[in-house]
């Protein structure tokens, strides 16, 4: 199994949401962060003041799967969140050595 974790832009989470359906992934949990690439963060004028913002809002989108979908999941993500602007986001992948549904005790990829 597979764990893929994705950052990506958050106006881009319902498209990356609805192209993953489409493909059969039925679970993924979904987190709001902060964070900065090689884009720095931004300055802002705000009541003429300005400031700088040094973390940008983020959607990290993480997903359990088989080994077998690993590849059609990324490649999903990467093809839907691409904007082809700075700061599209980094998808990881790593192992997953073990699953469990903790109401039935299932493991392994059933558990997922």
């Known amino acids: 199994?597979?764990?893929?974790?994705?950052?990506?832009?958050p106006f881009k989470l319902d498209?990356?949401?609805d192209a993953l359906n489409e493909i059969g992934i039925q679970g993924m949990t979904v987190t709001e962060v902060k964070g900065?690439?090689?884009?720095?963060?931004?300055?802002?004028l705000?009541?003429?003041?300005?400031y700088v913002v040094d973390f940008i809002p983020k959607i990290k989108v993480e997903i359990v799967t088989s080994d077998a979908l690993a590849?059609?999941?990324v490649g999903t993500i990467e093809k839907t969140a691409k904007t082809g602007k700075i700061?599209?986001?980094?998808?990881?992948?790593?192992p997953v050595d073990e699953a469990i549904r903790i109401r039935?005790?299932?493991?392994?990829?059933?558990?997922?």
């Open 1 to 9: 199994m597979k764990k893929i974790e994705a950052i990506i832009k």
């Open 15 to 17: 498209e990356v949401k």
């Open 36 to 44: 900065f690439g090689r884009q720095k963060g931004h300055t802002e």
């Open 46 to 50: 705000y009541r003429g003041a300005e």
């Open 71 to 73: 590849e059609k999941v």
């Open 87 to 94: 700061g599209d986001g980094k998808i990881f992948v790593y």
């Open 104 to 112: 039935t005790g299932e493991r392994g990829e059933t558990a997922v």
